[in-house]
């Protein structure tokens, strides 16, 4: 499944080796419709043998949004003047046949593709980031609608263009956990990549996961409700009771619930419900009104 368009633009007519002879067509005239990227580089340049594959992995990554241009300094001693390049690897873009942006020395994969992300947004295109972050919006709202099962396709699609899309991971796992399968989300959340694994995304999914699983064992609101009534200091059924509201749906009394226990006994059970408090923060949005609430109720409990 390819989200992103044009990606059937063929990577030879993405990137090219250009001479002095050819710089306006290749550079100029191609510029006026697509942006070009153009790389000044020599033989003998160590940096630019390392900079060069990664700029052409970002530009066949854009899929067409992009083109880029080779030139040999060595070779093209004229253009180079022209350019005023005083060192290499330098790197300008154009568009409308005029320079745009551009850089100097090697730079990390993570800064290169966001250069030539900011190109293609800068001559009024979306960037391939762009069109995954519109992918896995549209994929929130399948998710948002009930239909976990096209939205964790959707999710899967993103994470074929990019394995590292924290939204889209975190995306799939909550879709599973939608779906009942709890198994698959939790195998899903392990497989995460090192480099997202403590993003928020995915923290928020395994919180998630774990009220999920609390969901399976909860008990009847009513009994316990009774119960935590009958006896206001039994810490274990006003939990239990929290853990069975946030199961059905009630997360504000849940909460509540979870407050009452830390202010009666913060210590019991280990920190109990400051803990199961965290978890349910960590599940929902940060600018959500019942953590904003939450958090300030428990902050002037703990500093009191």
């Known amino acids: 499944m390819d989200l992103l368009n044009g990606g059937n633009a063929p990577a030879t007519d993405l990137i090219k080796d250009g001479t002095e002879a ?5 550079v100029v005239e191609t510029s006026q419709e697509t942006p070009v990227i153009v790389d000044f580089w020599a ?11 990664m700029l052409e992995e970002a530009v066949t990554a854009a899929k067409g949004a992009v083109k ?13 003047a022209q350019m005023r390049i005083q060192s290499i ?9 005029q320079p745009v942006d551009g850089f100097q020395g090697a730079l990390p994969g993570s800064e290169i593709k966001a250069f030539v992300d900011r190109v293609i947004e800068a001559a009024g295109g979306e960037s391939p980031a762009g069109q995954l972050d519109d992918a896995v919006q549209a994929a929130e709202e399948m998710l948002a609608e009930g239909a976990a099962a096209d939205a964790a396709q959707t999710f899967a699609a993103i994470l074929g263009e990019d394995p590292n ?3 889209a991971y975190g995306g799939l796992v909550r879709a599973h956990i939608a779906t009942g399968d709890l198994e698959q989300a939790e195998a899903i959340l392990n497989g995460a990549p090192a480099e997202i694994s403590t993003s928020a995304e995915l923290e928020a999914a395994h919180a998630q996961l774990e009220l999920a699983k609390q969901a399976a064992d909860a008990g009847p609101v009513a009994e316990l409700t009774a119960a935590v009534e009958a006896d206001p200091d039994n810490h274990q059924a006003r939990f239990d009771l929290a853990q069975a509201l946030h199961a059905n749906g009630n997360v504000e009394e849940a909460v509540a619930q979870l407050l009452e226990l830390f202010r009666r006994d913060r210590e019991w059970n280990e920190g109990a419900a400051k ?5 349910i923060f960590d599940a929902l949005k940060s600018n959500d009104p019942i953590v904003l609430n ?8 703990i500093f009191a």
Not at 89 to 97: H, M, R
Not at 275 to 279: C, R, V
Request: hydrophobic share 40%.
């Open 294 to 301: 939450g958090r300030r109720k428990l902050s002037s409990m």
């Open 68 to 80: 880029m241009v080779k030139i040999n300094v060595d070779e093209a001693q004229t253009i180079a």
């Open 22 to 26: 050819t710089f306006m067509a290749d």
């Open 89 to 97: 690897p330098t790197v300008y873009a154009f568009f409308k046949g």
């Open 43 to 53: 033989p003998w340049c160590g940096p630019c043998k390392t900079l060069g594959p």
């Open 165 to 167: 899309h924290a939204a």
């Open 275 to 279: 803990t199961q408090l965290f978890t």
